[in-house]
Structures are given as C-alpha cells and as structure tokens.
C-alpha cells in the first residue's frame, strides 16, 4: 500500500497553470498540503483563487521566477520552510514553433527551473519528484501503441528540453539512490475539471486542436482549418491521443503515491494516455455534439513536423501505479465546451 503519509507537503511548480491548476485540485482533494511556486508568465493568479475554491485546503503560492538565478535563494528558502516532502514539476514553456524561433530561451527556462527545483529539493531532502514529460518525446518512426521503450527523438527544441530533463533526472538518480523520479510522458490533455472553473486559457491564437476548436464553437473564430486530410489513417486526418486533464491529474497522484511506496531510488518513463486515437475529423464531430453548435472546417496543408498518428501504451501506468484512464472524447468535449461558454475570454473575462 502507498504510505501516503511521507508525501503529505508537494511542492507544484507551474501550478497556477493548465494542468497544473487541476494537478493542485487533485492533491488537495486528496488532503495533500501544496506549494504552487509560479511566475504566471502563461497563467492568471485568478486560477489560484478558483483552486481554492473548488478545493480548499493547504494551499500556499509563492510567485518566483525557477529560471532566474536571482530568485533560486527565495525559492530553496521557501521549500524548505514549507517542509516539502516531494514535488510535481510542470513549470516550463510549451509552445513547439516559439521553441524553435527562441531556443536558447525555452533551454534556460525549462533546464534552469528544473536544475533550481532539483537544488530545492535536496536543500530540503525532499528527493520525489514526479515530472511532466510529453509523448514528444518519441520519434517519429515507432509502432502503435508506443510503449515507453520506442525510440526516442524529439524534433524540436521544445521536445529536447523535455528529453534533456528526463535524462537529468536519470543522472541526478543515478548519483545518488535517494531520489525517485518519474517522467511522465502526457498524450493530448484536453478538456477541464466538471465544474466549469478552471481550464486552458490560450493568451494567443491556440496551437493546439481543441482550444482551437473551442473558440471556433463559441464564435470567436470563423474556422479550424484542418491540418492535412492525406494521412494513411482512417479518414486522412491525423490521429493522436486525447487525455481528459482530469484524469491526467490524478495520475500524477497516483505516480507520487508509488514512489512514496517505493523504496528503491530511480528514475522511470511512463506514459500517460488513454491508449485510444481519435482522428481530427472525429474530434470535431464529438465537439460539435457536445456543444450543439456548428464548427465549420477547411481542409488546409499538413502542419510542418505533425506525424500521422500516435497514440499510447498505457499499460505501465496500470502495473504499477494502478491508474488508467477513465473518462471518453464525449467527457472531454463537454468539460472542455462548459469551460469555454462559461469563461469565453479565459480567466480575463
Ligand atoms: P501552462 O503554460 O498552462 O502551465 C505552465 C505553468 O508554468 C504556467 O503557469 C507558467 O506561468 C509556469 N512557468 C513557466 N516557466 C516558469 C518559470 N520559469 N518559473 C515559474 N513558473 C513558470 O502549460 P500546461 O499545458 O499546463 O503544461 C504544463 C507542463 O506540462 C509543461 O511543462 C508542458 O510542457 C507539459 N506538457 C503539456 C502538454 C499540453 O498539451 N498541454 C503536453 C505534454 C506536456
Ligand atoms: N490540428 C489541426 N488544426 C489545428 C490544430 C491541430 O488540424 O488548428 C491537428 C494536428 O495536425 C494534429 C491534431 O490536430 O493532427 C492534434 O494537434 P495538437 O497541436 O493539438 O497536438 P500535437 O500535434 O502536438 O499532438
């Protein structure tokens, strides 16, 4: 059994963000005590009060930039203070064409906030520390499922940051047997938590398909244009592996209970997916379901870089942490559209 106790303080760096404000939702529910340490360079402080809300608690937020060297002695202060027992590390930059016009940009804001974390961590010999990687990670060459032994290749700086941390991770728990680390590799978290409170809040025009989607169906944009209808899958979209953020979130729970309960040290790749590939095509008819409005779509070039289809393996995630994926595409796009309709400009609103 998970001895819950030895990670009752979590450290959440970038909690204040997408996932990280449901990841905060899910350990307070759990009576867990948490420090959000964020600079709100892609989130609103609005967030922090509504994860309050929805899950009152122990919750602490120290406002610190991870990267700036300036800010590392308030921050080791800080998580030693707080008594930190392990950490969930989601503070980092994710936009994959920003990384590629500003990679020198993305490697010291997601290295450096890593390598302060890690400095935090064993000042407050709090050496857990659950990670969130992506399935970017891979390359582009490997078989469906992908089990977390397919090869790895990311294509763009952003990938590599994320590649680059998980085998830091490795070094740092290689070097000294006292840490446990999971890098988790999320698929494509979606949607929002039921009640409509907190969500994705794209500042700028929405790389990612659902966002995207979303504003379509609540009319702040015309149309989605779908990224290439020439791929060998089922209907010539791209298919990839929706994850509701919901689930996600307890599946980070789930990861720190297991290292709780683990007594060897070590870090270890695991998937978080549900296993299942929903084409563009397909996403689109379950939000316009769910939404009950129309979302007009034109068929546009393929994406430089986008592969054809990818989704997961999740049976590690099952063996050992127990977890699996319980919510479908219908959940996320009603959670998701509820967000929308009820925050239509976001947290600004
Ligand atoms: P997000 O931008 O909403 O959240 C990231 C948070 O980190 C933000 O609140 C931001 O202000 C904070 N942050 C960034 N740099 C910081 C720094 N130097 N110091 C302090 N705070 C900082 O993104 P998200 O979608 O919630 O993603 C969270 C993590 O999951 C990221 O590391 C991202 O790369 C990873 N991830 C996201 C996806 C996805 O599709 N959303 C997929 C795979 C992996
Ligand atoms: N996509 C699309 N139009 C958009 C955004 C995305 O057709 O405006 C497609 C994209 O080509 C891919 C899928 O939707 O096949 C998911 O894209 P997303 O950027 O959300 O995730 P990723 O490609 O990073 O897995």
Redesign the pocket.
């Known amino acids: 059994m998970p001895s819950r106790a030895e990670i009752e303080k979590v450290v959440l760096t970038g909690g204040a963000g997408y996932i990280g404000s449901h990841v905060a939702v899910a350990l307070l529910e759990a009576g867990r005590d948490v420090l959000i340490v964020d600079n709100f360079c892609n989130s609103h402080p609005e967030a922090v009060v509504r994860i309050g809300e929805l899950a009152p608690g122990n919750l602490e937020l120290l406002e610190r930039d991870l990267a700036d060297p300036a800010h590392k002695d308030d921050i080791v202060k800080a998580v030693c203070d707080f008594g930190a027992q392990g950490a969930v590390h989601l503070a980092g930059l994710k936009a ?1 064409g920003e990384s590629v016009a500003e990679p020198a940009r993305y490697y010291r804001n997601n290295l450096g906030a890593t390598l302060t974390l890690i400095e935090a961590l064993n000042a407050a010999a709090a050496k857990t520390i659950v990670f969130s990687s992506s399935a ?1 990670v891979y390359g582009e060459r490997n078989k469906n499922p992908v089990t977390e032994a397919g090869a790895t290749g990311p294509t763009n700086p952003y990938g590599r940051t994320k590649l680059f941390i998980e085998d830091i991770l490795k070094d740092v728990a290689a070097a000294n047997s006292a840490w446990r680390a999971v890098n988790l590799r999320y698929f ?1 978290p979606v949607g929002a938590h039921a009640s409509g409170r907190i969500g994705e809040d794209p500042g700028d025009i929405p ?4 966002p ?1 989607i979303a504003q379509v169906a609540v009319g702040r944009r015309d149309k ?5 209808d020439d791929y060998p899958t089922r209907d010539g ?2 298919v ?1 592996d929706y994850i509701h953020v919901s689930d996600l979130a307890h599946g980070h729970l789930s990861a720190l209970d297991w290292l709780a309960a683990r007594q060897k040290g070590g870090a270890i790749d695991v998937n978080l997916g549900t296993g299942v590939g929903y084409s ?1 095509l397909e996403a689109v008819a379950a939000f316009k379901r769910a939404s009950n409005r129309d979302i007009p779509y034109e068929i546009a070039p393929r ?1 430089t870089g ?1 592969i054809a289809e ?1 989704y997961a393996d999740a049976g590690l995630a099952k063996k050992l942490f127990g977890w699996r994926a319980e919510k479908t595409l219908d959940d996320m796009c009603a959670d998701h559209w509820r967000w929308q309709r009820m925050n239509p400009d976001g947290y600004r609103g």
């Open positions: 994959v970017t494509n790389n990612n398909l659902f995207f989605l244009r779908v990224f290439g979209t791209g990839r563009v994406r986008d990818i």
